[in-house]
């Protein structure tokens, strides 16, 4: 079967790589996706990303990742493509400035509840997210008749395993744990 991505429109840059919205065509079918690129020399960082995604599959209020594969782009040579979900509505900051920085207090309990849900199977899976900001929360269409965005929790550039020493970061050699209340950092 015969396979194509075209990406359609960038969707905004990020500090690494750019996110388009881009289509699988099929002879028999279609599907838009969120499609996050980068040149295949510099994809280890979209590649741990893609394996940290992949243990939230079901989970509702965090980004889902579909797969990863290196396509040959006219030009670009080799790059790797993390296919994700599409944010439809933007992010949390889009929402924000929507209300004017004022969103009702009703619709704010709703989505705290929705980011704590993510930040439970966040740290079910004993990570720790380290970005958490309203760009990096995604907005989704209203499902089952509500009338609120559904709010998903994006980019794991910076998630890291808890207890696991820290090889990267300015942190090196850190271990990072959870509490309840806090991150912990331990050298
Ligand atoms: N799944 C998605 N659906 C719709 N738009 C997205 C999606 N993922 C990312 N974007 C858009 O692409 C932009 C770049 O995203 P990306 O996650 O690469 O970087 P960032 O969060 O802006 O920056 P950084 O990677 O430096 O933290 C985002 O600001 C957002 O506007």
Do not use: W
Request: overall charge positive.
């Amino acid at each position: 079967m015969k396979v194509k991505l075209m990406k359609i429109k960038v969707l905004g840059n990020g500090s690494y790589g750019v996110v388009h919205l881009g289509k699988i065509v099929t002879p028999v079918y279609n599907q838009i996706y969120a499609v996050k690129s980068i040149n295949e020399y510099y994809s280890s960082f979209l590649r741990k990303e893609k394996e940290i995604l992949l243990k939230f599959f079901g989970c509702p209020n965090i980004i889902q990742c579909y797969s990863g594969f290196t396509s040959f782009e006219q030009g670009q040579g080799e790059v790797y493509n993390m296919f994700l979900e599409y944010a439809p509505e933007g992010s949390l900051l889009d929402l924000m400035n929507k209300y004017g920085g004022k969103i009702p207090e009703n619709d704010v309990k709703c989505y705290t509840q929705m980011i704590f849900e993510g930040l439970l199977d966040v740290h079910e899976r004993v990570l720790i997210h380290f970005d958490l900001k309203p760009g990096n929360i995604l907005a989704f269409t209203p499902q089952h008749g509500t009338r609120l965005s559904t709010l998903k929790i994006a980019d794991f550039r910076l998630a890291k395993q808890q207890g696991v020493k820290d090889t990267t970061s300015r942190f090196r050699g850190t271990k990072y744990y959870t509490s309840p209340k806090s991150i912990i950092r331990e050298s």
